[in-house]
């Protein structure tokens, strides 16, 4: 029992720099034990520790909680000392997967949440040592940017193509601002990438092929309905809708079918490349 | 008949007050707007609809004066008839909803025949003391047989025309529903991207990787 309780008195360690456990405070004077259960976890930083477990799991709502949890709290525990090893491949190869985690945590329709992930992400890659000024350089931004597009299932040039749209050189100090536009931007295509896929399916209609003409009314529609669209407009939303509806769909798609072409098929990369083709228009380069 | 609002005189609002208007401190709850049509040949205006936007009005009351064809020449067998009874404009006159909605009244809302109109009277009330001014706002007068928004709808809002129903379509065509559902979702997340484009620069000298002599300093 005394064991435990002179255990309990001792000043837990100071955690690393950015790991996001909170420094507990100090002991009163001469090292007192703390007065009650509440001192304590105050003392040991859990509180703040537990509380912002416990809102990264309603900001990103996981189907397995638990398991969650445990990921947020082994991550925690095995993010090391950045400070030190800033300028360290490994050190750096450690905040790379660290930011990585925090993008993927909530969706990126669950905006707030999201964003503060993606200010989280961008603080574990800050730079930060002796000699180097805190930001996000070029290099780790793009290496960033392509470890998100790698563990989707988004075709090589497709996330070539926006990779050149949106990446920066190795020497560039990447704002906050691109940083985030950056990474949506990943998230965005390869959830673009997915929804294609599916509607391809739906074109193929189970035989593994679909009809070219058909996927090309499809994606002019497509096209026509973003071409239309200017969001200073919000008619413009309207005439899109209208225009990607069921009955305009079907007449289009009708008349692709009625056209006296060569009947020849699309295969999926194909149908791929081009619908993310309409997407990456559509993305901002980086100036 | 000609296109657009029927040209009409829309006098101010008259504050109805019982005592002194300037040393009553009571605010007014009825104020009349008087709308005179222009005579009209060979016959008065049949009111089609009636449009406007409100301004912190509660209920409103219409009253037109018709003239029967039995009474053509004698001004004044003109009669004054409540076609509209105290109509609900604001839900709940203390606060803030449909206080300053655009509203349509038509024909069929009437409680007796708007034709051959000579006149028209609108009574606003406004039970709550909250609001310090209560009016209607642009307000028009449409003709029967025409339509307040009739140039403002585009082709692509209204109905496809008979002809371009989608009946007898090709019999190869994927379901139509399960396409659009997957296109429109495509749409957003580009507009979604687009929504979100930031004004942040890196703030590049060069021009496809080439940089200007001029540009560059050799401090």
Same mark, same amino acid.
């Given at each position: ?117 993606? #200010? ?39 996330? #070539? ?45 189970? #035989? ?33 809708? #209208? ?45 | ?219």
């Amino acid at each position: 029992m005394a064991a435990c309780e002179k255990r309990r008195s001792a000043p837990a360690p100071a955690p690393a720099t950015g790991s996001g456990l909170v420094e507990p405070v100090r002991a009163g004077v001469g090292g007192r034990e703390p007065e009650s259960e509440a001192e304590f976890l105050l003392q040991a930083g859990v509180t703040s520790m537990v509380r912002e477990a416990l809102l990264k799991v309603l900001e990103a709502r996981p189907e397995e909680p638990v398991s969650f949890l445990a990921s947020y709290f082994e991550k925690l525990v095995l993010s090391g000392p950045q400070g030190g090893a800033a300028g360290d491949r490994h050190g750096q190869q450690q905040r790379l997967v660290r930011a990585l985690w925090y993008v993927r945590l909530a969706h990126h329709s669950h905006r707030t949440a999201f964003n503060n992930n993606v #200010s989280m992400a961008y603080e574990c890659l800050s730079a930060r040592g002796r000699r180097k000024k805190p930001g996000v350089n070029g290099k780790i931004y793009s290496e960033l940017l392509k470890k998100i597009c790698q563990d989707g299932e988004a075709p090589e040039e497709v996330v #070539s193509s926006l990779l050149r749209k949106i990446q920066c050189r190795d020497h560039e100090a990447v704002p906050f601002d691109v940083f985030r536009y950056g990474v949506l931007s990943c998230f965005v295509l390869l959830e673009f990438v997915a929804k294609a896929d599916t509607l391809y399916d739906v074109l193929d209609d189970g #035989s593994g092929v679909a009809d070219k003409r058909v996927c090309q009314a499809v994606l002019g529609t497509l096209e026509d309905a973003l071409g239309a669209s200017d969001f200073s407009v919000p008619i413009r939303y309207l005439e899109a809708g #209208s225009k990607l509806g069921p009955d305009c769909l079907a007449l289009a798609m009708d008349k692709a079918l009625l056209e006296r072409k060569i009947c020849s098929s699309m295969n999926r990369e194909e149908f791929l490349t081009k619908a993310t083709a309409l997407f990456i228009a559509k993305v901002k380069p980086i100036d | 008949m000609a296109p657009g609002p029927a040209p009409c005189t829309v006098r101010s609002p008259v504050v109805l007050q019982v005592g002194d208007v300037k040393t009553d401190l009571a605010r007014p709850g009825v104020a009349i707007i008087d709308v005179a049509l222009p005579p009209a040949q060979p016959l008065d205006v049949r009111v089609g609809e009636i449009v406007f936007k409100n301004s912190y009005t509660a209920f409103l009351t219409v009253r037109v004066q018709r003239r029967r064809p039995c009474d053509v020449g004698r001004e004044g067998a003109r009669k004054w008839v409540t076609c509209l009874w105290n109509h609900c404009l604001m839900p709940s006159p203390h606060t803030e909803t449909g206080s300053q909605d655009y509203f349509s009244l038509f024909r069929h809302q009437m409680l007796c025949d708007v034709d051959q109109v000579t006149a028209v009277r609108l009574i606003l009330r406004q039970p709550s003391p909250v609001w310090l001014h209560f009016t209607l706002e642009e307000l028009r007068l449409y003709p029967k047989g025409q339509q307040s928004l009739q140039t403002d709808f585009p082709t692509w809002l209204s109905h496809l025309a008979p002809q371009q129903q989608p009946e007898n379509l090709h019999g190869g065509i994927p379901d139509p529903e399960k396409v659009s559902t997957e296109v429109q979702q495509l749409w957003v997340l580009t507009e979604m991207i687009r929504a979100n484009q930031t004004a942040a620069r890196i703030g590049r000298f060069d021009v496809d990787g080439c940089y200007d002599i001029n540009l560059l300093s050799y401090t």
